[in-house]
């Protein structure tokens, strides 16, 4: 593919320099390039062929066994001064990381074919969109970007002559651990990612230009970078409305992004626009409006089955990557959670013989596929929409087995804003790490912000007051328990009762509690049709219990201090406000 913009000439020969590699290779994104690139790489072994004929188009990719997950100790946001990145990120000055991964660099690429891939984060001839180029030696993240974003022609015309595009720079290096750093330099629109071929990692147009580079510039230019998923949903009389969700990784967004209503809610639909990434700007109307940045899902396929995700299922039986998942004999995949039960013996994620006597998982907890949005059956067909589409409410949510009510509505979008900023979650194997331990999660962003938490969440302020129509903001919790450990919510398609209260408050239509924490449900507001949910248990999903809370708002006021100094006064007096009342609430 000829290319005649010279900014990105000559940064693709300032590259070629440092990383000496054997051939360049201009990406295109036609499909003789994909048929290429798969032949290469199953015949070097980096794709393994599933049976073409259940599972047409799909591929299986095995990453090294230390290389599953986001590194968020190796992972940088290098700002001039430490209080640019804040207490809540991994800093780096930019001189130490550029003079450390400079020399990663020096000749990483010998031997090896240097790939250019222009992309383009979000619909052709959007105000929102961005371009971005990533250079990387790996045919797996070429094969990856091409489903994730809009490469080659797309991302050309939107850029021109101009050199405002986001630099990505990836080299697999060796994929040692000690050698393996992910730095954003947000003033220099710039990423470098070298020693890892995990997704994130190694997809720079993913979570690192979408969202920590993305927030640092929506934060210059006034709007939102979010990670968030967008969902319409369709009431029976044909009307649209436009949700936002934040859950952090492996919380069920993906399920909740392509939902399926239960069988007694005929006529209602849910159209996915996104399952993982919203970028929102306030539009002429006084409303906020958001868009999908991707062209893809990166899904975690451990849970997922015709119960949990029928779209998903049903989507990702063609023209799929899967990596580190289990392979049958008969060439087919399988994981933890899949419809069928576990095979009498497979290999596992790694190419080891399994059985279900083995002790370890036959999937990795954090294996994924990627696949293509328009194979999506519940795809919107507003996903292309270049204005986006209208948001009328926002959720947070994370997995909480205690303290925290299936849903409750803030009173306004400051206080909204507060819930979204002091969210905890439970972890999960999206990161390394222990798994089960709560954490802070402002937004659900904390491993992907770009910039300090305190301006962070002061342009959630400033963007707000921006708007004579915002979104009412609720907070979820599809994981409480009960004593003997079990859910309390059947979650997955019944969530949608939880969105039909949410569509109907945004209607001035459902009744709703006060408590200290805010609006839960009135006990006759959700609809419990053809849901066998006793009145007790109902009782306890809606529960706000003073003495859980009173320990949840000293938790956020050492949060709070920990945030720094940039905290915003409004988002103090949020929480000075909850301490008053829950107070107020004690026995």
Excluded at 194 to 210: D, E, Q, T
Excluded at 553 to 565: I, M, P, R
Excluded at 568 to 579: G, K, M, N, T
Aim: net charge neutral; glycine share 8%; hydrophobic share 40%.
């Amino acid at each position: 593919m000829e290319i005649s913009n010279q900014h990105l000439l000559a940064w693709v020969e300032e590259v070629r320099r440092l990383c000496k590699p054997e051939q360049v290779v201009m990406c295109d994104g036609s499909e003789a390039e994909r048929e290429r690139l798969v032949k290469e790489c199953v015949s070097a072994g980096e794709l393994i062929a599933l049976n073409q004929d259940k599972l047409p188009g799909c591929y299986l990719h095995r990453s090294a066994p230390h290389d599953v997950a986001r590194t968020e100790q190796l992972t940088f946001v290098c700002t001039p001064t430490r209080a640019e990145t804040g207490t809540l990120a991994n800093w780096m000055s930019p001189e130490d990381a550029r003079t450390k991964l400079t020399a990663l660099y020096d000749g990483a690429m010998r031997g090896r074919v240097m790939y250019v891939i222009p992309f383009l984060m979000g619909p052709p001839g959007s105000t929102f969109s961005k371009v971005g180029v990533e250079i990387t030696d790996s045919r797996y993240v070429v094969l990856n970007m091409r489903i994730m974003t809009r490469v080659g022609a797309p991302a050309l015309q939107h850029l021109g002559d101009s050199g405002d595009f986001t630099r990505c720079l990836h080299s697999l290096g060796d994929l040692s651990p000690e050698r393996r750093f992910i730095c954003h330099f947000p003033q220099d629109n710039t990423v470098w990612s070298v020693g890892s071929g995990y997704g994130g990692n190694a997809l720079l147009g993913k979570k690192c230009m979408a969202l920590r580079i993305a927030s640092y510039l929506g934060r210059k230019e006034g709007w939102l970078a979010e990670h968030m998923l967008v969902v319409g949903v369709q009431r029976p009389d044909g009307k649209v409305r436009y949700l936002t969700g934040a859950f952090p990784s492996a919380c069920g967004k993906t399920n909740l992004a392509m939902l399926v209503p239960p069988q007694n809610f005929a006529g209602w639909k849910v159209w996915t626009v996104g399952d993982d990434i919203a970028w929102l700007r306030p539009g002429p109307d006084g409303r906020l409006w958001a868009v999908n940045p991707e062209a893809g899902f990166f899904g975690v396929v451990p849970g997922t089955s015709s119960k949990t995700n029928p779209n998903a299922m049903e989507m990702i039986r063609r023209n799929t990557i899967y990596t580190n998942v289990a392979l049958r004999p008969d060439g087919t995949v399988w994981w933890e959670g899949h419809d069928d039960p576990p095979p009498e013996r497979c290999l596992d994620w790694q190419g080891r013989e399994w059985t279900p006597a083995s002790k370890e998982k036959a999937a990795h907890p954090n294996s994924r596929f990627t696949v293509s949005a328009t194979q999506c059956r519940s795809i919107s067909p507003e996903f292309d929409n270049p204005r986006g589409v209208p948001i009328d409410a926002i959720l947070f949510g994370a997995r909480r087995r205690d303290t925290i009510p299936l849903v409750f509505e803030a009173r306004n979008w400051q206080h909204g804003t507060f819930l979204g900023a002091t969210l905890t979650s439970e972890t999960t194997a999206a990161a390394t790490g222990a798994v089960g331990v709560l954490r802070r999660d402002p937004m659900a962003m904390l491993p992907f912000l770009g910039y300090d938490v305190g301006d962070y969440w002061q342009n959630w302020l400033d963007v707000g007051s921006r708007l004579t129509r915002p979104p009412r903001v609720f907070r979820v919790n599809w994981f409480r328990t009960g004593p003997d450990g079990n859910f309390l919510w059947p979650g997955f398609g019944d969530n949608m009762r939880v969105l039909k209260w949410v569509i109907d408050r945004c209607d001035d239509r459902a009744a709703g509690s006060e408590t200290c924490i805010g609006t839960v449900p009135a006990r006759n507001a959700l609809d419990r049709q053809g849901l066998d949910l006793k009145d007790a248990a109902l009782d306890a999903l809606l529960r706000v219990d003073p003495v859980e809370w009173s320990q949840a708002v000293s938790a956020q006021a050492e949060f709070l201090v920990n945030a720094g100094d940039r905290v915003p006064p409004a988002i103090r007096a949020e929480h000075a406000r909850l301490a008053a009342r829950v107070r107020e609430a004690l026995p």
